[in-house]
């Protein structure tokens, strides 16, 4: 089992930046891929970035390259999400995920293991 807890969030103004972390502990294998997705109000669960564990190659959802980055840090097991010029529409709950090299991203089923998730708010 990975349990995965993600911290962070909060209340910013537009145009503030904010870091989120996903803390991962338990039976945990370099052969993971680790990631987030957010959660608008009243909208489906979409894929932010991830980032594999062992290699640190990364992906981004096109809309949010140049704007998030997500990093590793291998020794203490964690994930980070920089969020830089924040727009009221980035306003969600942001949820950190995990699955094994090889599964897409783009399919919320194909995931092993989730957080509870942090809520970002941002203010116009």
């Known amino acids: 089992q990975v349990q995965l807890v993600e911290s962070g969030g909060g209340l910013v103004q537009a145009g503030d930046s904010l870091r989120l972390s996903c803390a991962a502990s338990g039976r945990f294998f370099n052969s993971y891929v680790l990631g987030w997705f957010r959660q608008a109000p009243g909208k489906e669960r979409t894929f932010v970035a991830c980032i594999n564990w062992s290699t640190g190659s990364t992906n981004y959802a096109d809309s949010l390259k140049g704007r998030f980055t997500i990093s590793r840090d291998n020794a203490k097991n964690t994930v980070t999400l920089q969020m830089n010029s924040l727009k009221p529409e980035d306003t969600a709950v942001y949820y950190c995920?995990?699955?094994?090299?090889?599964?897409?991203?783009?399919?919320?089923?194909?995931?092993?293991?989730w957080g509870k998730g942090t809520l970002v708010t941002v203010s116009s």
């Open positions: 995920a995990a699955a094994p090299y090889g599964r897409r991203w783009s399919d919320l089923g194909g995931m092993d293991y």
